[in-house]
């Protein structure tokens, strides 16, 4: 086996999330971040090489913490409440996960991962 890499997953619990981190974990170390509050740990496989850590991405610290403990090779920020009646219901919350939390993510990576090869930054049209 070839050198692992690392992977930070954000809403790695949910649909997408949880495919590419058990996808990953085959052959590599992956680090999932997720609320749970659309996805669920049973979507991930039982695997030495995912690590689950259940917070939001609004949550500065953890996220400082953890970009801090790890070296990531690719990050994946899928984190999104994509609901447009969750949007409307908690308009400031959506507003922070989806939009600052991008930029709270950028200053951390160009603070701690100086080795990121990749960052994905994936969403829907129903975010916006």
């Known amino acids: ?43 991930l496989n039982t695997s030495e090489n995912i690590t689950f850590i259940e917070g939001s991405v609004i ?30 219901a908690r308009p400031v919350e959506t507003h922070q996960v989806n939009f600052e939390s991008v930029l709270q993510l950028l200053e951390l990576i160009r603070k701690y991962q100086k080795d990121l090869k990749r960052l994905v930054f994936a969403s829907s049209a129903a975010v916006y």
């Open 1 to 43: 086996m070839g050198n692992l890499r690392n992977f930070l997953i954000t809403g790695g619990a949910g649909f997408i999330g949880s495919t590419l981190a058990n996808y990953y974990s085959k052959d590599n170390q992956v680090v999932v971040i997720d609320d749970l509050s659309m996805g669920q740990t049973e979507n």
């Open 59 to 88: 949550d500065q610290q953890l996220m400082e913490k953890v970009l801090q403990e790890y070296q990531f090779d690719y990050i994946f920020h899928l984190a999104a409440i994509a609901s447009v009646a969750d949007s409307v």
